[in-house]
């Protein structure tokens, strides 16, 4: 579940509510949708992403500091998430504005793309996923990265596009951060090796 306003108050007392057993819910705005939606399929994809980055932090040994920008980085998730979920169109809540995504939080991803590229030997082939646990487990990150800004994209206009932005970014650090987390043992394509 991926809270959807700025000033949410996040208060569980229950984690079922049986409201989707007829396979339909409600987007942050209240309305009901089929689960198979694109923008449920959009935030659900970047809730796996996010799955799929707490795994890499929890069972990998990172280098210093991608662990706490991974960190950084799921909690921009929920912002992400938050935004998918509310249409363009909606009002602001009782409580003020919605939760929209950031240009500073793109820009953010772009300054550590640059920061850790600056390390990293030029490319001479195609990076095939592997190599170390942590460059494995950043692949299949930003694997996943991909396959949610393609259903963002699905959304058509009714999303902020500054989501689109951060996820082709966001897959971009991973990619770089795979390179680095590899070193010496990145894995390169061999053509018709």
């Given at each position: 579940m ?8 996040v208060?569980?007392t229950r984690?079922y509510?049986r409201t989707?057993d007829?396979?339909?819910?409600h987007?942050?705005?209240m ?14 994809t970047?809730?796996?992403l ?9 069972t990998?040994?990172l ?5 706490d920008?991974?960190k950084r980085?799921q ?9 998918l979920?509310?249409p ?5 809540t009782?409580?003020?504005?919605r939760?929209r995504l950031r240009?500073?939080q793109t820009k953010?991803?772009?300054e550590r793309?640059d920061?850790?590229?600056q390390t ?5 082939s ?10 494995a487990h950043?692949?299949?990150?930003r ?5 949610a ?6 959304c058509?206009?009714?999303i902020?596009a500054?989501t689109?932005?951060y996820l082709n970014r966001?897959s ?5 951060l795979s390179?680095g ?9 061999q053509?018709g090796g």
């Amino acid at each position: 579940m991926l809270p959807c306003d700025a000033g949410m108050t996040v208060n569980l007392t229950r984690i079922y509510t049986r409201t989707g057993d007829g396979g339909e819910t409600h987007l942050g705005d209240m309305s009901r949708v089929p689960k198979t939606d694109p923008r449920i399929e959009a935030y659900g994809t970047v809730d796996e992403l996010n799955a799929q980055i707490g795994v890499t932090i929890a069972t990998t040994d990172l280098p210093e500091p991608y662990g706490d920008w991974l960190k950084r980085v799921q909690n921009d998730l929920f912002d992400v998430g938050a935004d998918l979920c509310v249409p363009l169109d909606a009002g602001p809540t009782k409580a003020g504005e919605r939760l929209r995504l950031r240009a500073d939080q793109t820009k953010w991803l772009e300054e550590r793309c640059d920061e850790v590229n600056q390390t990293l030997e030029p490319l001479k082939s195609f990076v095939l996923p592997g190599g170390t646990p942590a460059g494995a487990h950043l692949h299949g990150c930003r694997t996943v990265c991909r396959r949610a800004e393609r259903r963002a994209i699905a959304c058509g206009d009714a999303i902020n596009a500054e989501t689109v932005r951060y996820l082709n970014r966001l897959s971009d650090l991973l990619f770089i951060l795979s390179r680095g987390a590899n070193g010496s043992e990145e894995p390169l394509w061999q053509p018709g090796g």
